[in-house]
């Protein structure tokens, strides 16, 4: 069924119309394909496009083409996939491209002076609204549950508490909020 | 533009808590199906078993970053019998199983707020 993966030769996944093929070929597979071209055969259509990920829980398939002013992007659903097949070995530029327009925007670079300072702003912005928080080195610990990492943006935050992220996060926007206001 | 106007709902899929509902009838597992597991082969082997683990996070994080990318765009779904509509992406639930959209531009109508079921949907597509 599934013939040697390191080969960049145009490789047939030949599945059966079962969908279900597809779907318990494992995330490892998956994997092996992602940032490839590929085509997906659904029963009426035909997708192509550079393979960005593969929904382990639902085996939908992510598929990038870049575009003038940016990028079409196709989501296959996993049940409706009929045929995969591995078209080529993509160049490692246009990757790096494609992700980063997924990717959360870069921290922008600050000196050791404005860090502090922003530092400081969210500290005295989280106590007044009643939520403890402990400074630890450049790390900002919220309520021993949520970390916050330079430069302070509400994507900055990490938490395993889906609550405790969600409300730090609404804070630091408001906070982000009154600051650009008052600008 | 189209002036909004109900939509029809039609009749709810199968509940999980339905009465008399058989969770081995094929109905129950193509409708109500949760996350694909983990491979048998996988389970034997400690460090196959990390593999397989380290390759599904990385690509659901892969993914849920799309769904994120995709949260207030125009979203054209492509379903069912050649069946095209447009949407503002709103979000996903954790299984992929239904699509929170608004906007929803049907044949007969602009629906406020729908919820789609991935089972009806094919395909979709945005513009990052």
Known sequence: ?183 | MATPVPVLRLPKGPDLNSRGFDPNSPRYIALCRTTLATSEAAGADGEELQQEQHARSVLRERFLRCLLAMTNKKVRFNMHENVTVEATFGSSDIDVLNFQVSDLHTPIGVQKEALIRSQDVISFTFDA
């Open chain 1, 1 to 183: 069924m599934v013939t040697g993966l390191r080969s960049f030769r145009k490789r047939k996944l030949t599945l059966t119309a079962m969908q279900r093929e597809w779907r318990a070929c494992g995330p490892r597979l998956w994997l092996s394909h992602v940032d490839k071209q590929v085509k997906v055969k659904t029963r009426r259509q035909e997708h192509r496009g550079r393979l960005l990920s593969v929904d382990p829980v639902s085996a939908s398939l992510v598929l990038v083409n870049l575009v003038e002013g940016g990028a079409a992007v196709c989501v296959v659903m996993g049940h409706a996939v009929e045929e995969v097949e591995l078209l080529q070995e993509a160049g490692g530029e246009m990757t790096a491209q494609l992700w980063a327009l997924f990717e959360p925007s870069p921290s922008s670079s600050l000196d050791s002076t404005q860090t502090r300072r922003r530092r400081a702003a969210v500290c005295s912005w989280l106590r007044k609204n009643r939520v403890p928080v402990e400074e630890a080195g450049e790390e900002v610990r919220v309520a021993g549950a949520l970390t916050i990492v330079a430069p302070y943006r509400p994507e900055d935050c990490s938490s395993s508490n889906q609550v405790i992220l969600d409300r730090v996060q609404r804070l630091l926007r408001t906070q982000q909020e009154r600051t650009e206001a008052s600008d």
